[in-house]
DNA sequence: GGTCAAATAT
DNA sequence: CATATTTGAC
């Protein structure tokens, strides 16, 4: 993204007021680093063992942002510990020495970083990307709070300036910086934190969630036959359709979308639009001065939904969002998932219960439609038939059509049986869920809102009636979100389920069925360091020499 | 609060 | 005109 004047006044002192939790034993450095730091605006606790520190984040850990944690011959196994304490945090380390089995263990432990001594003012001046990017890829796992309002921070600004950007244009400015972003958006797949440009903003993405997000870019790049582009209304030509995809990115970031409506009626008066402003502000500055008691991300967390005129405004149910509910209907199961339950395991910033019930209701009446009658086992009205074992009740799925969302916990997955749940597992508890059909393809009628689409998946319900009940001659053309989209496109039915049954048969390590990705270097790694990191040199002290 | 249904917005 | 979301009543 091109520098632009907007740029500078958003982003001016971004960096300004991130807490940094600084851990070095080295007290001269540990003097140097925080002191450069801190001329660069960023608030820095110093600790000079692990234990503190270590205390310090567990009894406050919103008050951080980031984590610098030297790693030494002489600190053995703290920084590791506290590298591991510090997961929902970004943490970057740094040390004398250069050994590669040093750096491989942090990196193994989730450290975002490694950093040589000595820290340069280069080395440290970008750091803060660390805390963006993990504010931004921290799917499917908690964010930690105080990630959160840097999150917002950013999404508020991003869409600000997509305001900015669209009011220029009217007024004859051309839309490059737009354009490169959206470049960007759809090229640069590998996060690389250390690149200072802003740019990356336009594209966090994890190999998590990585399908998601290009599926979406993808389909709105490739013009008009998309699914996804529900907001983007024709009127004002392509610019529209950049800002859609962008602001429908940062939507699918897992904000509330909030449909900002760009009155090309009334260019002038648009202040209403800065109402993101002053929370950006607030919460980057929250902390200046603040003692380390205070959690300031506590403070701000409501998206603003207030349009210029005051109106409320529409929450967009984007299928980053709809996920979510998904996720929270099924974890609280059918007799319990009620709005405000939802609302509360949604952790949707400014998402109202009403917004939540409303959304339920509609979901509730869609079901009804496709599961007719005779089988409508799941809802609460038949509490007799509550506790009939229906296959898709069953966790037979170690990785249930619905779930090869990316997007979901990586955790429970492949532990069905074992899972912590109250409930019989999280397992999708409406078997065969279909995908949720926003705008599935232009033409579409919208009521094919529950037309199951998976093949069932092999071992899962043979019998399972329903599946077939309804409308199914879209099937080939509805493609589930967080699905790439083209293994649909050009598979029939059929060779899917050849497909996912070869893999099975090829793979018989992998929990059955194999769900439709593959488990990724990073989800191995993450399972590796989970349990422990055997194949990591337990301590560094044999390299340090 | 939860649900349902009418009212609105898109 | 059909849908999606919000509003309001019960």
Redesign the pocket.
């Known amino acids: 993204m091109v520098c632009t004047a907007s740029d500078l006044s958003a982003w001016k002192d971004f960096p300004k007021g991130l807490r940094v939790l600084l851990l070095d034993e080295d007290s001269s450095s540990a003097t140097e680093t925080k002191s450069k730091l801190e001329a660069m605006d960023y608030i820095v606790f110093s600790f000079c063992n692990e234990n503190e520190a270590l205390s310090a984040i567990s009894s406050k850990e919103e008050s951080f942002q980031l984590a610098i944690v030297e790693v030494s011959t002489s600190n053995g196994n703290g920084s590791f510990k506290f590298l591991e304490a510090a997961k929902d945090f970004p943490t970057i380390m740094t040390s004398n020495t250069q050994c590669l089995s040093t750096m491989m263990k942090c990196m193994a432990l989730g450290a975002v970083e490694f950093l040589q001594k000595p820290l340069s003012d280069d080395k440290l001046k970008n750091i803060w990307q660390h805390v963006v990017h993990k504010a931004f890829n921290t799917k499917g796992r908690i964010i930690s709070e105080s990630l959160k309002p840097v999150k917002q921070s950013v999404v508020s600004v991003l869409q600000l300036q997509l305001d900015n950007g669209e009011r220029a244009e009217k007024a004859g400015v051309s839309p490059a910086n737009k354009n490169e972003l959206e470049r960007s958006a759809g090229s640069d797949k590998y996060p690389a934190p250390s690149t200072p440009q802003l740019k990356q903003v336009g594209r966090f993405l994890d190999d998590e969630d990585f399908q998601d997000h290009t599926n979406s870019l993808m389909k709105t790049d490739s013009g008009e036959h998309d699914g996804e582009t529900k907001s983007v209304e024709t009127t004002g030509g392509n610019t529209m359709v950049e800002e859609t995809l962008i602001v429908r990115e940062l939507q699918s970031l897992g904000e509330i979308a909030i449909?900002e409506?760009i009155d090309l009626a009334d260019g002038g008066n648009n202040e209403g639009n800065l109402c993101p402003h002053p929370q950006n502000k607030d919460n980057l500055d929250i902390s200046r001065g603040g003692t380390e008691g205070e959690s300031p991300s506590k403070a701000t967390h409501s998206v603003c939904r207030i349009k210029a005129n005051g109106k409320?405004m529409?929450?967009?149910?984007t299928p980053e969002l709809h996920r979510k509910f998904l996720q929270a209907v099924e974890q609280l199961g059918i007799d319990q998932a009620?709005?405000?339950?939802i609302v509360e395991l949604m952790k949707a910033e400014g998402l109202t219960?009403?917004?939540v019930?409303?959304?339920?209701?509609?979901f509730?009446k869609q079901r009804r439609h496709i599961l007719p009658k005779d089988d409508d086992r799941r809802w609460?009205h038949q509490k007799e038939q509550m506790q009939r074992n229906y296959c898709s009740y069953k966790p037979i799925m170690a990785f249930p059509a619905y779930h090869s969302n990316p997007a979901l916990p990586a955790g429970p997955v492949y532990h069905v049986w074992g899972a912590p749940n109250t409930r019989p597992a999280p397992v999708p508890m409406w078997g065969g869920y279909p995908p949720w059909p926003w705008k599935p393809y232009p033409g579409m009628?919208?009521?094919a809102?529950g037309c199951p689409v998976m093949p069932p998946p092999h071992t899962a319900c043979p019998s399972l009636p329903q599946q077939n009940t309804s409308g199914f001659s879209n099937a080939g053309a509805v493609v589930g979100y967080g699905m790439p989209e083209n293994y649909f496109e050009h598979h029939p039915a059929e060779e899917i389920v050849d497909k996912v049954v070869k893999e099975a048969i090829s793979k018989p390590w992998l929990p059955l069925p194999l769900g439709l990705k593959p488990p990724s270097a990073e989800f191995v790694l993450a399972e590796l360091s989970r349990q422990g990191i055997s194949t990591i040199p337990p301590n560094i002290s044999d390299c340090n020499s």
């Open positions: 449909k409506e409320k529409k929450v967009d149910w009620i709005p405000s339950r219960r009403h917004n019930a409303s959304h339920l209701q509609k509730r609460p009628h919208a009521d809102w």
